[in-house]
Structures are given as C-alpha cells and as structure tokens.
C-alpha cells in the first residue's frame, strides 16, 4: 500500500443497477474535495463486479478483482444485486460478504442521523450502530470453510450461530474507541435472557473490555427493547455495539428512523483495511434514470476519508471528509434533494450542488 500522505490508491467497485451511478457521483465529490483541501491526489482503481463481471469473465467477482484489492488503501463498493445474477451465479456468499471475509473487515460502522430539510420520524437522532461483522447468526461469515446453515433432512433446517470472545473483544475495542470520541456513552446489545451462552459471551466480554475505557459510561439493553426505545427515544442513544444480525436490523430501522436509508452511510474496515458502501441496495428499476440519491455512498466516502486520515495522521484528509459531510448537510438544508426523500433533483444536479458546497468553509 501506498505510503502516508503520498498518493493513495483507491478501489472504485461500481456493482449493479443505480451502483455505476452513485459510485461515479461519489468519486466527483471526493475528487473535488481532495483538490479543494490539497489532500494527496486520488489514484483511482476501477475494477469488476456484478453483472457486467458475468458477462466478461463468468464470475460476478473475478479472482483478479479481489487480488487487486490487496494492494490498494481502501475501496468503495457499489451496490449489488446477486438476486438479479444468473441462477447459477446466486448461490453462496454475496460479492460484498466475500470482500469482507477475505480481507477480514471485522466492523460495520453504521451512523444514523438526521438532518436539516429531511423529513425525519426522529428529528434529533444522532447515534453510531457498531455491528460485529464477522460472526454472529450470519450463516454466510460464521464457518470457515461451508456455511453455517444447513438442512439434516428434506424437513429440518438449521442454523449455527458464532460468537468467539476473540471477535467480541475487538469490536468493543473498535465501540469504545468511537464512544470516546463522541458522546462518551455506549450501549451493548445482546438477548442474553434467552441466548445465555452466546448473548451472554458477547455481553459479559464487551463489559469487560469497557474496564479500560473508564471515561465511557456503558450500559446495555435486549435488543427488543432497543427496538422499541428507538422508535420513542432514538436521542437517548450514542453509539451502540451488537452482533452481526441484530446489528443489521437495528441499522435498517435507525436509517429510516433518521429519514431514509437513502442517506445511510457504513464504513466496513478492520484495524488496517476499508470499504465504504452505502446500506441500501441496488435498487434496479432506477438504474440510468439519473433519479439516484447518491448521499449514502457520499457519506459513506467521508467516513473512509476519515479513517484514512486517522491512520496517517493526515489533516487534510480529515478536512476533505469534514466538507463533504458539511456540503450534503447545507445541500439538503436548502432545500434540494432527489425524488426519493420528496425532492426535484436528479442524482447529477444532487452531486453539482455538493460540489459547489465543499468549496464552502
């Protein structure tokens, strides 16, 4: 990889349906944000997946695409959708999870909030979902080799969920550490009242690395009742860390809690590799209609800025993912927005409007 603060090498993943389109209006603003802040210049890697990989290479992700990930700082995924992939190509693990479990991208970092000029179901929601992503009851990521759901006869299905403390204590230390720049609170999210062992694995670790982060105030609640009190009191909460599949519901909900999941961002890394990828989908019956919204791989593009920038000691790459949360930010402030949150604009006037705005301090 390429050194600190020299120029970084980025993959570009455009996926399927509205994802060439979200992507290409990601990497305009981070293009402009880069150029605006003097942060190093982007070396831009554009390599295949989904359909188009099909279609050229019979794989919808070639061996060579996910080779080449090794060697670049981080990368942005576009949206897929394996549903619409050929029969034969629907099977098994989904491009997406493949990345993460060969590069092991052990965090889903999944912030939930609202905004000025979004309509909001919970207008003061600020908060951080810290999911596992690694284990858990996801049947996909859990078994080293096969998958860990399975049927023994034509009637019984069955499925195995993982939680080793291995994998708890590094996404606590990954929670805590988020905690502590924020609002110092942090809550663990488990159903140890009816998964004693595994829940209760999950609990009891994330509380006992939480010992060395004494400036973070830690609680933690049955992840029905977190449900529930994010429909109340979605304000309470700071950032939450939870497994794999409660991690991905609570996210979905927290996103539309805050508006929409047209403007959910996520950031997929460990301690030493990232991905950006917004948690929406491909959504297909948009694809090259210019109706996109394009804010949740846009946001999702700052927090890869930022984690970048945290790993180099770079300012100015901090300050590039600073203004484009800012520019989406004033941008829905003024009023402007694509179709899907009740707006006019189409996904490049969305992305001009951006770019406009990251030239502002």
Same mark, same amino acid.
């Given at each position: 990889?390429?050194?600190?603060?020299?120029?970084?090498?980025?993959?570009?993943?455009?996926?399927?349906?509205?994802?060439?389109?979200?992507?290409?209006?990601?990497?305009?603003?981070?293009?402009?944000?880069?150029?605006?802040?003097?942060?190093?210049?982007?070396?831009?890697?554009?390599?295949?997946?989904?359909?188009?990989?099909?279609?050229?290479?019979?794989?919808?992700?070639?061996?060579?695409?996910?080779?080449?990930?090794?060697?670049?700082?981080?990368?942005?995924?576009?949206?897929?959708?394996?549903?619409?992939?050929?029969?034969?190509?629907?099977?098994?693990?989904?491009?997406?999870?493949?990345?993460?479990?060969?590069?092991?991208?052990?965090?889903?970092?999944?912030?939930?909030?609202?905004?000025?000029?979004?309509?909001?179901?919970?207008?003061?929601?600020?908060?951080?979902?810290?999911?596992?992503?690694?284990?858990?009851?996801?049947?996909?990521?859990?078994?080293?080799?096969?998958?860990?759901?399975?049927?023994?006869?034509?009637?019984?299905?069955?499925?195995?969920?993982?939680?080793?403390?291995?994998?708890?204590?590094?996404?606590?230390?990954?929670?805590?550490?988020?905690?502590?720049?924020?609002?110092?609170?942090?809550?663990?999210?488990?159903?140890?009242?009816?998964?004693?062992?595994?829940?209760?694995?999950?609990?009891?670790?994330?509380?006992?690395?939480?010992?060395?982060?004494?400036?973070? +105030?830690?609680? =933690?609640?049955?992840?029905? $009742? /977190? *449900? #529930?009190?994010?429909?109340?009191?979605? &304000?309470?909460? !700071?950032?939450?860390?939870?497994?794999?599949?409660?991690?991905?519901?609570?996210?979905?909900?927290?996103?539309?809690?805050?508006?929409?999941?047209?403007?959910?961002?996520?950031?997929?890394?460990?301690?030493?590799?990232?991905?950006?990828?917004?948690?929406?989908?491909?959504?297909?019956?948009?694809?090259?209609?210019?109706?996109?919204?394009?804010?949740?791989?846009?946001?999702?593009?700052?927090?890869?800025?930022?984690?970048?920038?945290?790993?180099?000691?770079?300012?100015?790459?901090? +300050?590039?993912? =600073?203004?484009?949360?800012? $520019? /989406? *930010? #004033?941008?829905?402030?003024?009023?402007? &927005?694509?179709? !899907?949150?009740?707006?006019?604009?189409?996904?490049?006037?969305?992305?001009?409007?951006?770019?406009?705005?990251?030239?502002?301090?």
């Amino acid at each position: 990889m390429s050194g600190a603060k020299g120029v970084r090498r980025l993959g570009l993943i455009e996926g399927d349906g509205i994802g060439p389109e979200v992507v290409r209006a990601t990497r305009a603003v981070v293009d402009e944000a880069i150029a605006v802040t003097g942060a190093a210049p982007i070396d831009w890697v554009e390599l295949p997946m989904g359909l188009r990989a099909i279609e050229e290479f019979g794989d919808p992700l070639p061996e060579h695409t996910l080779t080449a990930l090794e060697d670049l700082d981080a990368w942005i995924l576009g949206p897929h959708d394996n549903v619409a992939y050929p029969l034969e190509h629907r099977g098994g693990v989904a491009p997406g999870g493949a990345i993460r479990k060969r590069y092991g991208l052990f965090a889903n970092i999944r912030p939930a909030r609202a905004f000025e000029g979004v309509r909001a179901m919970s207008p003061d929601i600020d908060l951080v979902i810290v999911r596992e992503n690694s284990e858990g009851f996801y049947a996909d990521r859990n078994m080293f080799a096969g998958s860990g759901e399975f049927r023994p006869t034509p009637d019984v299905a069955m499925s195995v969920g993982v939680v080793t403390r291995q994998a708890c204590e590094r996404i606590a230390h990954a929670a805590l550490r988020l905690a502590a720049t924020r609002r110092k609170r942090l809550t663990i999210v488990h159903k140890a009242n009816v998964l004693p062992m595994t829940m209760g694995l999950f609990r009891d670790v994330c509380y006992e690395v939480a010992r060395g982060y004494p400036e973070v +105030a830690v609680d =933690d609640e049955h992840v029905d $009742a /977190v *449900a #529930a009190h994010l429909v109340r009191a979605a &304000a309470d909460y !700071d950032v939450l860390v939870t497994e794999n599949l409660f991690g991905d519901i609570l996210s979905d909900l927290a996103g539309e809690l805050s508006g929409s999941l047209g403007t959910a961002a996520s950031l997929n890394c460990s301690d030493t590799r990232a991905m950006a990828q917004a948690v929406h989908g491909a959504a297909p019956t948009l694809a090259g209609r210019n109706r996109a919204n394009p804010v949740a791989l846009q946001l999702s593009a700052a927090m890869l800025l930022r984690w970048l920038a945290t790993r180099d000691d770079d300012a100015a790459l901090r +300050a590039a993912a =600073d203004r484009i949360d800012r $520019a /989406v *930010a #004033a941008t829905f402030a003024a009023g402007i &927005a694509t179709a !899907d949150l009740g707006g006019l604009a189409t996904t490049g006037e969305f992305t001009e409007h951006v770019r406009a705005r990251v030239h502002r301090r």
